[in-house]
């Protein structure tokens, strides 16, 4: 059975930080891409960052440029978002997705070449970040 396990949401107050974890099971961990999504009340759900399990390319929204961080560890399948300079606009429900690396390239970079939620094929339930300001 494929899971995906999404924790680490909670209370912050602006300018703080918070580390999300996404635990996989049920799938060859390598073998896929492994995203972050956010979707705000009265909003649509919007691409956060993603990460290419076998060779660490990742992706990010503009809007977390310099902010947040994706990191994976294969040991635990594993994927991290940690999150800086949070700001009230952060709030949203945050979601881990996959999506078959075959459905992705990376440049020389370190660059995933998308990371987008209609992509996915398996997802985890929400946890909720909520920033105070």
């Known amino acids: 059975e494929v899971q995906l396990q999404a924790s680490g949401g909670g209370l912050v107050q602006a300018g703080g930080s918070l580390r999300l974890s996404c635990v996989a099971s049920?799938?060859?961990?390598?073998?896929?891409?492994i995203g972050w999504f956010r979707q705000a009340p009265g909003k649509e759900r919007e691409g956060v960052s993603c990460i290419g399990i076998h060779d660490g390319a990742t992706w990010f929204g503009n809007s977390m440029k310099g902010r947040f961080a994706i990191s994976s560890d294969n040991a635990k399948n594993t994927v991290y978002l940690q999150m800086n300079s949070l700001t009230a606009e952060d709030t949203a429900v945050y979601y881990c997705?996959?999506?078959?690396?075959?459905?992705?390239?990376?440049?020389?970079?370190?660059?995933?070449?998308?990371?987008?939620?209609?992509?996915?094929?398996?997802w985890g339930k929400g946890t909720q970040v909520t920033v105070s300001s």
């Open positions: 049920g799938f060859t961990f390598d073998d896929y891409v």
């Open positions: 997705g996959a999506d078959h690396i075959t459905n992705y390239y990376s440049d020389n970079r370190g660059a995933l070449s998308a990371c987008s939620d209609y992509a996915m094929d398996y």
